[in-house]
């Protein structure tokens, strides 16, 4: 058998959908695990809506996710010469004729398919029709000559054998009247000149792939085989789109979703191993298998990566975090001083507690990033007079203390509340708010300690407290 060779064939008419990104690990994982190659091939032969920056943000994604694609990017559009030369091929050997019925025509038969309540298929007209008696103001479309009789059974990897009546397969136009390729005549001869041997993709595409499976046929080419995966839907149970909101990677990645976590959650969506959740990227390389994929759509569940996202952020350590946070503030928030970096990966033990997002933990550490506390109104309300009393003390006793620890601090905190009648938050808010700017963030202790002494009095002594 020849060596296994996958493909993921997007359009850059749109940036890459969440539901293309999974085909492409499919593919990716099913091409590794069996030591052949995965190759990309960018569909552009839609010139007016195709993009460049389609083609470099699909290019970007796989690289984001971890996907990489064996060899240089494979263009459609300069194969068009190819696909030609098989449309002529197809046209000598029978398997394709020149249909010359105009626009008018095929309007008029699906209206009258739809006032039937019938699917619309082309009545087969020039089939059969001598070329002589063309008319010689029409630039005719070519049509593959599709099979009328019987039926054809697709041994589909992961749905099963799916058979279906020949006579519904109309015969498709392979070569419009612009001398332009169709999808399925041009996606048929790309993978047959890639050499690709197994053609996983949604199964949307199933009424495709047996006009993909005549065009073999017809051209004596070995059959790749088929794997059909179920559709991404949304919470609603929704086909999803590209238009739904968190359909992108970088809806993910700005809200601080690391790729590993997304990778992991997309393996799982839909593909099962035994009982198990978390994979590293070789283990999910080594288990990935097409009888692992059910036959019914998946939810897109957003809890569910949060959850993903939140258990890498828990494992990872203090050093990796640390970059992926740098990294993500870099692209969406603000650069952190190098001078920052020591304070914050010894604080990622408490700033990354609950946090299921880089955004949540960049929340966390904005007080230790930004030396200027900015306070907001409401908060700033809260320092009354009793608060300004409590920051006056408590500012005064720390000053007399040579090591923050929160065994130096307890009996100060302790302290403050009897003398001043309160309760801990009654203590631990005015100063949360006078070092962070803001009455929520972590633990008082942890915000005192990762600060420093020095720092600490400092703000403490801000004008706006006194």
Known sequence: MSKVATRFAPS?????????????????LFSKN?????????????????????????????KWIGIEYDGEVYLQSAKIKNHLEVVSELL??????????????IEEQKKRAKQKKIPYIYNRKWRDIKEVNAPKDI???????????GSTVLKDLVQGDVQIDNNTIEDFVILR???????NLSASVDDHQMKVTHIIRGDDHKINTFKQMQIYLAMKWELPSFAHIPLIHTTEGKK?????????????????????????????????????????????????NLEGIGKSPSKLDISRILSMNEHYIKNMNETNLYNRLNEYCINY?????????????????????????????????????????KF???????????????????????????????????????????????????????????????????????????????????????????
């Open 240 to 288: 999803l789109s590209k238009r739904d909101k968190a359909s992108t990677l970088d809806d993910y990645s700005k809200i601080g979703i690391m790729p590993e976590a997304l990778r992991n959650y997309l393996l799982r969506l839909g593909w099962s191993f035994k009982d198990k959740e978390i994979f590293t990227l070789d283990e999910s390389i080594k288990h990935f």
């Open 12 to 28: 850059p008419t749109g940036p890459l959908h969440i539901g293309g990104v999974r085909t492409a690990l499919f593919n990716w």
């Open 92 to 105: 000598k050997n029978g398997n394709a004729y020149k249909c010359y019925c105009s626009n008018e025509e």
């Open 333 to 373: 928030k603000e650069k952190i001083d190098s001078n920052k970096e020591d304070k914050i990966k010894k604080s990622l033990l408490f700033l990354k507690n609950k946090a299921k997002t880089l955004e949540d933990i960049y929340n966390n550490s904005k007080y230790i990033i930004s030396d200027l506390v």
């Open 34 to 62: 069996k030591s052949g190659t995965f190759h990309l091939r960018i569909e552009d032969t839609d010139k007016e809506r195709s993009k460049d920056e389609y083609k470099q943000q699909i290019i970007k994604s796989l």
């Open 376 to 466: 907001n109104d409401e908060d700033l309300k809260l320092i009354d007079t009793s608060a300004k009393k409590i920051i006056s003390e408590f500012t005064s006793k720390i000053s007399k203390i040579n090591e923050l620890k929160k065994e130096t601090l307890e009996p100060i905190i302790k302290e403050l509340i009897k003398s001043n009648n309160v309760n801990f938050k009654g203590v631990g808010q005015p100063l949360r708010i006078a070092l962070t700017g803001s009455k929520f963030g972590p633990g008082i202790y942890d915000i005192i300690i990762s600060l420093g002494k020095e720092e600490v009095i400092k703000r403490l002594s801000n004008k706006i407290l006194a």
């Open 177 to 183: 009247n612009d001398g332009t390729p169709t999808y």
């Open 139 to 149: 630039n005719p479309v070519i049509r593959f000559k599709s099979k009328i009789d």
